[in-house]
């Protein structure tokens, strides 16, 4: 079956700092990646998605490279702010008629100013 | 304009009652979902419906009974709560289709269970 692994949290950074968010999958056939990001209580939002190797996704200064060699979806950003504290999520739809998003188990962001 | 609403935002309740959650997207989306998050974050589908049809239906007790009146509601029904149910609840929707399509969510329902 689909599976996501997301690297564990929870993540603390100072402000302007490098971040990397790894996420690896394991799937049949040829999914959509999704990176979603939801703020504190609130629901989910999309932050970037590809959908077909070698694409790049990118938003509000994140980006993730669908690589299927290594099959992973890492996220990244070269300045991280306050505002992107969060939870990030790393996620998977399968192709075909069933569609389903297959979530990681979440990665908790603090930026500290 | 909310793209996708839920209704409560908070529901607490006694262990043994029956509850609803009601959930309306109104981006002309053919279909929708349930999610269940835990308290780790832990988010796992439970329902997906196209054009009122159930398409995915995972391992949920047969207490949870969605309902689609029509494409733009997916309401969720609860008989007799139990302590584990108590989680937040999101509700999202999507075009049919391809697997590259984008799921908008709800602002997600928390139900505690007394």
């Known amino acids: 079956g689909n599976s996501v692994t997301q690297m564990e949290g929870p993540v603390t950074l100072s402000e302007e700092a490098f971040l990397t968010i790894n996420c690896t999958y394991t799937?049949?056939?040829?999914?959509?990646l999704f990176w979603y990001v939801q703020y504190p209580g609130e629901g989910l939002q999309l932050l970037l998605k590809?959908?077909?190797?070698?694409d790049k996704g990118s938003n509000k200064g994140f980006e993730a490279t669908y690589r299927k060699e290594t099959t992973s979806f890492h996220l990244e950003k070269g300045s991280v702010q306050v505002s992107d504290s969060a939870v990030y999520f790393c996620?998977?739809?399968?192709?075909?008629?069933?569609?389903?998003?297959?979530f990681g188990s979440g990665t908790q962001l603090t930026v500290l100013p | 304009d909310t793209a996708v609403s839920q209704t409560p935002k908070y529901l607490v309740t006694q262990m043994g009652n029956d509850k609803s959650i009601k959930c309306e997207q109104n981006?002309?989306?053919?279909?929708m979902y349930w999610y269940k998050q835990d308290s780790k974050k832990f988010l796992k589908i439970m329902f997906s419906?196209?054009?009122?049809?159930?398409?995915i239906n995972e391992t949920v007790p047969n207490r949870f009974s969605p309902k689609s009146p029509d494409k733009a509601h997916l309401n969720l029904h609860i008989n007799s709560l139990e302590l584990g149910d108590s989680a937040v609840y999101f509700c999202?929707?999507?075009?049919?289709?391809?697997?590259?399509?984008?799921?908008?969510f709800g602002p997600g329902t928390r139900l505690t269970v007394l």
């Open positions: 999202a929707s999507s075009r049919a289709g391809t697997s590259t399509d984008t799921q908008y």
């Open positions: 799937a049949t056939g040829y999914p959509s």
């Open positions: 590809a959908t077909k190797a070698d």
């Open positions: 996620a998977l739809d399968s192709s075909g008629s069933a569609r389903q998003l297959t």
């Open positions: 981006l002309g989306h053919d279909t």
């Open positions: 419906y196209n054009n009122k049809e159930l398409i």
